[in-house]
């Protein structure tokens, strides 16, 4: 499967954005799916993860009740609602596929889109 991230951008503190993973090459139900981040000179960490079906999510201590992990299958793509920004929010984040539940290390995940950039200012 090849995953392709977007909606990156840059936001004040405070403010919202709205990534978006699409894939192609094989149907995104498939795999448990996650989104994670990486800031310049620290390790890839998880952020949030969503089960096959989209019923069940799971969420980085740092981000719940901030941000909102969902999907739509008949579109083949994966979004992250990331409301109440924080300048520690600034990185690079990445969309990745699993078939793991509740898998929230990255080597759990086998496919990985480009990453789209997240700079929140103060």
């Known amino acids: 499967v090849q995953l392709q991230a977007s909606g990156g951008g840059l936001v004040q503190a405070g403010g919202s954005l709205r990534l978006s993973c699409a894939a192609s090459?094989?149907?995104?139900?498939?795999?448990?799916m996650g989104w994670f981040r990486q800031a310049p000179g620290k390790e890839r960490e998880f952020v949030a993860g969503?089960?096959?079906?989209?019923?069940?999510?799971f969420y980085a201590d740092s981000v719940k009740g901030r941000f909102t992990i969902s999907r739509d299958n008949a579109k083949n793509t994966v979004y992250l609602q990331m409301n109440a920004l924080k300048p520690e929010d600034t990185a690079v984040y990445y969309c990745?596929?699993?078939?793991?539940?509740?898998?929230?290390?990255?080597?759990?995940?086998?496919?990985w889109g480009q990453g789209t950039l997240v700079t929140v200012s103060s």
């Open positions: 090459g094989r149907t995104l139900s498939s795999y448990v």
């Open positions: 990745g596929a699993s078939s793991r539940w509740n898998a929230v290390g990255s080597e759990q995940y086998g496919y």
């Open positions: 969503i089960g096959w079906g989209g019923g069940s999510t």
